[in-house]
T-cell receptor, first 116, second 116 residues
Framework: AQKITQTQPGMFVQEKEAVTLDCTYD???????LFWYKQPSSGEMIFLIY??????QNATEGRYSLNFQKARKSANLVISASQLGDSAMYFC?????????????FGSGTKLNVKP | EAGVAQSPRYKIIEKRQSVAFWCNPI?????LYWYQQILGQGPKLLIQ????????DSQLPKDRFSAERLKGVDSTLKIQPAKLEDSAVYLC??????????????FGPGTRLLVL
């Protein structure tokens, strides 16, 4: 089974509108972390936001927020007030495990295009 | 603080040739990762080092790929001989300790490899 599933290969959003990028995950470990990264066309992966499995509140970082629904195993990224510079690939990722034996899994990504 | 450095940024080789990539992680980061990212896909972990020891190399094609992290600082990834399907971006990332699920990874700019 896929550890991280991103079902939207591509998304379009109008500038200044909000957009939600979907992510579901699969783990039986009670302790895990969920991450979102942005990858512009330049190629480097930029860390956006983190949510821990025990966190009671949804994480927020500026215009980014993470809609964490633990029972549904979903961790959707919400970008408010989209900007042209938000056009990029977005990857959802999960870290599970403890000590030295921990693994990092990435989804297949969602390509976001922001229209002027 | 300086980020993760990688070189070269681009490399074009012919199949059956060998190639090496270099990575210098963020100072003090104990954990280093090499990922392969094929166009249109999410990153796939090739190998994970904790200091100078290998933690996970289960997805490293060991018949042609090798990696080392001498002295627990910088690292090299080698492909010998290269195949057409090795064309990808090779990303290096580091984490301070990576012994907890809360830690994110910090990525370098990547090396784009084209095998002809």
């Amino acid at each position: 089974a896929q550890k991280i599933t991103q079902t939207q290969p591509g998304m379009f959003v109008q500038e200044k509108e909000a957009v939600t990028l979907d992510c579901t995950y699969d783990t039986s470990d009670p302790s895990y972390g969920l991450f979102w990264y942005k990858q512009p066309s330049s190629g480097e992966m930029i860390f956006l936001i983190y949510q821990g499995s025990y966190d009671q509140q949804n994480a927020t970082e500026g215009r980014y927020s993470l809609n964490f629904q633990k029972a549904r195993k979903s961790a959707n990224l919400v970008i408010s007030a989209s900007q042209l510079g938000d056009s990029a690939m977005y990857f959802c990722a999960m870290r599970e495990g403890h000590g030295n034996f921990n693994k990092f899994y990435f989804g297949s990504g969602t390509k976001l295009n922001v229209k002027p | 603080e300086a980020g993760v450095a990688q070189s070269p940024r681009y490399k074009i080789i012919e199949k059956r040739q060998s190639v090496a990539f270099w990575c210098n992680p963020i100072s003090g980061h104990a954990t280093l990762y090499w990922y392969q990212q094929i166009l249109g896909q999410g990153p796939k972990l090739l190998i994970q080092f904790q200091n100078n020891g290998v933690v996970d190399d289960s997805q490293l094609p060991k018949d042609r790929f090798s990696a080392e992290r001498l002295k627990g600082v910088d690292s090299t990834l080698k492909i010998q001989p290269a195949k057409l399907e090795d064309s990808a971006v090779y990303l290096c990332a580091s984490s301070p300790r990576a012994t907890t699920y809360q830690e994110t990874q910090y990525f370098g700019p990547g090396t784009r490899l084209l095998v002809l």
